[in-house]
């Protein structure tokens, strides 16, 4: 990379008006700076005088030492005595001279900009973002704060020819004054980090420091990107502001759904933090090196930057555990002092009450290891010149503190002033104004595996205090070091992308190829349903090829699941191993799940892979619509009655969906939700059934045409169809008011006659004995059978070695309901000496779940069935083994007895289609009742 400055020697005098002294040709200037502390080899330092802005003494007199340090040139007032033998360039007014380069260089340079500004975090967020790109762009910025006007000035006069991306941070002013600086940048992304009280005595309300600093929108590019917090507490302010600019592009990043950038999954472990978000369309999996509670939202605005900036993300993904802290973040130390091992926890030069809350919360996530206690020396909270006292929420500090664990706390200064943040004073063990007179006895009270906190505020000497921590006799301090945890799964997810609208088109294709007659198949539906919160549908489109993931469970404490949702489209080997392995790689382990296959699929896959096992889920009705044109005969009975029925209702309208009936379509599914849904609970998920009324607009009518039912005006009913291919129909979601005779069966039906150019269509499964009626009524013609597969994990008969494993899955499962002797050793050997027990084995041979069965004729009986947790999916498997083995074997029925009072295992087993046929009373050993089911079978 070129590290010259864009403009030439001569140059520079051009724009300035200036005139050089003891030039040669090829001056080398890499960096233009008027501080001296900047300073390097090669660079140009401009002299400020009493005249600038904001400076009331020249800096003169550090000429002599700047040349020591190597520098290639100076610029100097015209009048100026100083006389040396490097190039000068003598100006009328440094501080112009260095505004018109600023302004020149700008307007020459083809870079892309990105400007940051906001109360606190500028430059971190900067700096982050320079350390994730630099590798895939020539890309220049100043590391270092740079929070006066001059700043702004000394990096644009910096910029290089090759400069492909510029990162700039910029401080708040006066309106006026932000909006003249942000032109000279002309950003095409801007950046606000955060709003807080930093400047309010100056600014007087939070409303005009959002308004000030929002003028950076004035300067950004029509079509400019603005990106905004949206955990920020005055997010809706800040929105609102941004919103006058017509311009622009808002776009949020933070933990909400709805942000252009949000977290789908995060967990702090070994003093950093695990990731997984969403990028726009794209998903990553990275590892944020730091600690603070904040650095997950702020990381999805870096990398949201990176997207908008056309970059790759997973690559700048993969490099974000490089980063360190920036000084004014915290910084986490591991340290040795007179045999003890603990760790430093620096934060003290991170200042105001915004920075303190976030503290913390950030200790409130941080453990120490072992007997390891939270030990805080803190300063005052507030920054006294910036006007925050009066800010303090004296309530929430004190639950913060709480909260954060600190178990011994030190303090300086004035923190004395504002002792009621502490509701347990107890903590408080000493005061002092000057840190030494205490040091003594805060270094006595550390102890092994203590976390040793040290936090103030801007001004606060106690950054004098790390000095001299640091340099302790025999100390021995290391700074932690993070490793890429993430890499393997962000890998995983590298050529995947959010499902979207869009890809409807070649989604059809791939499954008209293969003529596919599953409800799942339907589009609409994987969009509408991709769209909750807790899932998201991952779609990968190369090699000729579709394949559908299920990345679910989001929003949990546990990791997040990826599951193949479907075979992949055209169903080969190849393709199909390929889409394994990204699952292996993503859960390292050699286990995988498809959650939907046909009927028709499950020979080729058994031939792909022979570990796969197969567990039938459901039966998918399915139709002719040809049939509807006439209702003749004695198996349309039901159904001509039910349309008589409706026939006879007055003033009813049957009219196509409209965006019009959205309003009443919502209100009558949130009626139905209120009085019905309960009965279908195992299946329900509102929000793809609210997403289709609520993004109709999306699809064209071949994809999605819905019929709206009227009474007096009032919606009644409303339903969807729409195309899966040519040649298959999809009847899709539809609600009923129940108080309108016959409707639920009328729309159907007239939704059937409207689409017999069909030769099928699928309506799903039955889920429950009310809506399997309906749909019979309509006659189907045929099933479609549903399996769901398992890659590399085993249900066997069991032996007796895993008798002790048994019996303690038993008593964590059952403590008091069942008899002694069920729970006895004894009883179990008799049952698996009579090969009566089955169990679940993961890939390790770890025994997950057991049921032991008792044949009774032509009735199987679940005798007995437990799993080493709930919610991990062990019984379900378990079930579907068994409604699998008793179909096989040709059973009528199946049968169980559960506890009445456990709601959780009898919604499990109505999940698989199982009802109540009587109540057993005082049927356990604790006198509690059981509920004893069936399962019919039947093709």
């Known amino acids: 990379m070129n590290t010259q400055i864009y403009l030439s020697a001569q140059e520079l005098a051009t724009i300035t008006d200036g005139m050089w002294e003891n030039i040669y040709n090829n001056v080398i200037i890499n960096e233009i700076h008027e501080t001296y502390h900047y300073l390097q080899k090669n660079d140009m330092f401009v002299v400020h005088y009493d005249d600038w802005y904001n400076k009331t003494k020249s800096n003169e007199h550090k000429i002599e030492s700047a040349i020591k340090k190597g520098i290639s040139a100076l610029m100097l007032k015209q009048n100026s005595k100083v006389k040396t033998s490097i190039p000068t360039l003598r100006v009328k007014n440094t501080y112009e001279a260095l505004r018109k380069i600023a302004l020149h260089t700008s307007q020459l340079s083809k870079a892309t900009r990105v400007l940051i500004t906001g109360s606190y975090g500028k430059t971190g967020f900067k700096v982050q973002l320079y350390n994730i790109v630099k590798e895939q762009i020539s890309t220049y910025t100043r590391l270092n704060s740079s929070n006066m006007v001059v700043a702004t000035y000394c990096n644009l006069t910096s910029l290089k020819k090759d400069t492909e991306l510029f990162l700039i941070e910029q401080p708040v002013s006066t309106l006026q004054k932000t909006y003249r600086r942000a032109t000279y940048v002309k950003p095409d992304i801007s950046v606000i980090t955060s709003i807080g009280h930093e400047g309010i005595e100056r600014f007087k309300t939070i409303q005009n420091i959002i308004e000030n600093k929002l003028q950076i929108a004035h300067a950004l590019k029509d079509r400019g990107k603005l990106l905004l917090p949206y955990d920020d507490r005055y997010y809706d302010k800040i929105l609102k502001e941004a919103q006058k600019y017509k311009h622009i592009e808002i776009l949020t990043y933070g933990s909400n759904r709805t942000c252009n950038a949000n977290v789908l999954y995060k967990k702090f472990s070994n003093f950093g933090w695990d990731v997984i978000a969403k990028i726009e369309d794209v998903v990553v999996a990275y590892r944020v090196p730091f600690f603070e509670e904040y650095a997950v939202g702020v990381s999805c605005g870096v990398l949201l930057c990176v997207y908008h900036l056309g970059l790759d993300v997973h690559l700048a993904a993969d490099a974000y555990y490089k980063n360190e802290n920036f000084k004014s973040s915290g910084l986490f130390y591991e340290v040795t002092y007179k045999k003890r091992h603990f760790y430093l926890y620096d934060q003290s030069n991170r200042g105001g009450i915004e920075g303190y809350e976030s503290f913390f919360k950030t200790l409130s996530t941080i453990e120490p290891k072992n007997s390891g206690k939270k030990i805080l020396l803190t300063s005052e909270f507030v920054d006294y010149k910036d006007g925050e006292m009066n800010f303090i929420d004296t309530k929430k500090f004190q639950k913060l503190i709480q909260k954060s664990g600190i178990e011994a706390l030190f303090s300086v200064e004035k923190f004395s002033e504002h002792i009621n943040v502490l509701g347990d004073k107890s903590i408080w063990k000493n005061h002092s104004i000057d840190w030494n007179t205490i040091k003594d006895e805060i270094l006595k009270t550390i102890q092994n595996d203590d976390i040793f906190c040290v936090k103030g505020i801007f001004d606060s000497t106690l950054t004098q205090f790390i000095d001299y921590f640091k340099n302790l006799d025999g100390i021995k301090i290391e700074k932690l070091q993070s490793l890429n945890t993430m890499a393997q799964k962000n890998e995983a997810f590298k050529n995947l992308k959010t499902l979207h609208y869009t890809d409807i ?152 969906y409209e965006k019009k009936h959205e309003k009443g379509c919502l209100d009558l599914y949130d ?23 609520l993004h109709y607009d999306k699809f064209n009518q071949e994809a999605l045409q819905g019929l709206v039912i009227l009474q007096n005006e009032k919606v009644m009913s409303f339903a969807f169809v729409g195309k899966i291919h040519n040649d298959m129909l999809c009847l899709f979601i539809g609600k009923s008011d129940h108080a309108l005779k016959g409707v639920q069966s009328y729309i159907k039906y007239q939704l059937l006659l409207n689409n017999k150019k069909y030769a099928l269509a699928n309506d799903g499964d039955g889920i429950a004995g009310g809506l399997d009626a309906s749909k019979r009524m309509l006659r189907p013609v045929a099933f479609n059978k549903v399996y769901g597969a398992y890659s590399n994990e085993k249900i066997t008969l069991l032996n007796k070695k895993y008798i002790h494993k048994i019996v303690e899955i038993q008593k964590q499962a059952f403590t008091t309901t069942h008899p002694k002797d069920l729970i006895a050793e004894k009883y179990f050997l008799k049952c698996l000496d009579a090969q009566r027990v089955y169990g679940y084995l993961s890939s390790s041979k770890n025994l997950k779940a057991f049921v032991v069965l008792r044949y009774e004729g032509d009735n199987l009986r679940i005798y007995d069935l437990a799993s080493i947790q709930n919610n991990r999916g062990f019984g379900s498997k378990m079930i579907q083994f068994v409604i699998n083995k008793a179909r096989e074997e040709n059973y009528k029925t199946l049968s169980l007895e559960v506890n009445a009072n456990n709601p959780h295992a009898i919604h499990l087993y109505e999940k698989f289609g199982f009802h109540t046929k009587e109540i057993l009373e005082e049927y356990y050993y604790s006198g509690e009742n059981a509920y004893h089911m069936y399962l019919e079978l039947h093709e």
């Not at 198996?635 to 001509?640: E, G, K, Q, S, T």
């Open 671 to 693: 009626t139905w939700n209120t009085n019905q849904a309960h009965k279908y609970d195992n299946v329900q998920d509102e929000t793809y059934s609210k997403n289709c009324l």
């Open 505 to 656: 088109d070649i989604f059809q294709e791939a499954v008209a190829k293969e003529q596919k007659k599953g409800f799942i198949y339907f589009f609409p539906f994987l969009y509408f349903w991709s769209l909750s919160n807790n899932r998201e549908l991952l779609i990968d489109t190369t090699n000729s090829s579709i394949s559908l993931f299920l990345l679910d469970k989001l929003g949990r404490s546990d990791f997040p699941r990826l599951q193949l949702y479907i075979p992949t489209m055209p169903l080969c080997s190849v393709e199909q191993t390929k889409a394994f392995e990204r699952i292996y790689q993503y859960k390292e382990s050699k286990n995988a799940t498809i959650v939907r296959v046909d009927r028709e699929d499950v020979i080729k896959l058994k031939e792909y892979d022979s570990n796969l096992q197969f567990g039938y889920k459901i039966d998918e009705y399915l139709f002719e619509p040809k049939r509807y044109e006439n209702l003749s005969g004695g198996a349309f009975r039901n159904l001509r009655h039910q349309i008589s029925t409706f026939l006879k209702n007055e003033n009813v309208q049957i009219v196509p």
